[in-house]
């Protein structure tokens, strides 16, 4: 998994319409790169949720949300407009995104083992740095502890 201090990969992803979104334009912003792993599941619409309501907190602070997942662009899409959120949802189908940010791996449930992407999130700067990493995020107390975190971020020096 990406440390704390090191430079975020740079990607290439389709958003929810399809449209291909690089995470170096957004450079000059804080952004919030999540990684869930399956849209529409009931832990992932509790975290997607609470951003979308708390998005005037995020916008508050200059951060720009991405979330990614391993499904394909008509799930991605599906979940956006369900939920009608007001950020930016990506679709890492081939899953190189997640293997580039160290979430990709083996998990198990009900006895059987399957690779997926951990729930994680990563607090990268306007310059590109990694300078938090949630490696075990909670749906529920996802929001208060990033947005506490960009505070923190935002008032020291880069």
Same mark, same amino acid.
């Given at each position: 998994?990406?440390?704390?201090?090191?430079?975020?990969?740079?990607?290439?992803?389709?958003?929810?319409?399809?449209?291909?979104?690089?995470?170096?334009?957004?450079?000059?912003?804080?952004?919030?790169?999540?990684?869930?792993?399956?849209?529409?599941?009931?832990?992932?619409?509790?975290?997607?949720?609470?951003?979308?309501?708390?998005?005037?907190?995020?916008?508050?602070?200059?951060?720009?949300?991405?979330?990614?997942?391993?499904?394909?662009? +008509? #799930?991605?899409? %599906?979940? *956006? /407009?369900?939920?009608? !959120?007001?950020?930016?949802?990506?679709?890492?189908?081939?899953? &190189?995104?997640?293997?580039?940010?160290?979430?990709?791996?083996?998990?198990?449930?009900?006895?059987?083992?399957?690779?997926?992407?951990?729930?994680?999130?990563?607090?990268?700067?306007?310059?590109?740095?990694?300078?938090?990493?949630?490696? +075990? #995020?909670?749906? %529920?107390? *996802? /929001?208060?502890?990033? !947005?506490?975190?960009?505070?923190?971020?935002?008032?020291?020096? &880069?």
């Amino acid at each position: 998994m990406i440390e704390p201090g090191a430079a975020a990969p740079d990607f290439t992803l389709p958003d929810a319409d399809g449209t291909p979104v690089t995470l170096s334009a957004s450079a000059g912003s804080w952004r919030v790169v999540y990684f869930y792993p399956k849209a529409s599941t009931p832990g992932c619409t509790t975290q997607a949720c609470g951003i979308r309501d708390r998005a005037a907190d995020y916008e508050a602070r200059g951060a720009i949300v991405f979330g990614i997942s391993p499904d394909p662009v +008509k #799930a991605v899409k %599906k979940f *956006h /407009d369900k939920q009608e !959120l007001n950020f930016t949802l990506l679709a890492d189908e081939d899953h &190189a995104v997640c293997e580039q940010y160290g979430v990709w791996a083996e998990k198990a449930m009900y006895g059987k083992t399957y690779w997926g992407a951990l729930r994680s999130t990563f607090l990268v700067d306007p310059e590109g740095v990694v300078r938090h990493v949630i490696p +075990k #995020a909670s749906p %529920k107390t *996802h /929001d208060d502890e990033v !947005l506490a975190k960009l505070d923190e971020l935002a008032g020291a020096p &880069a």
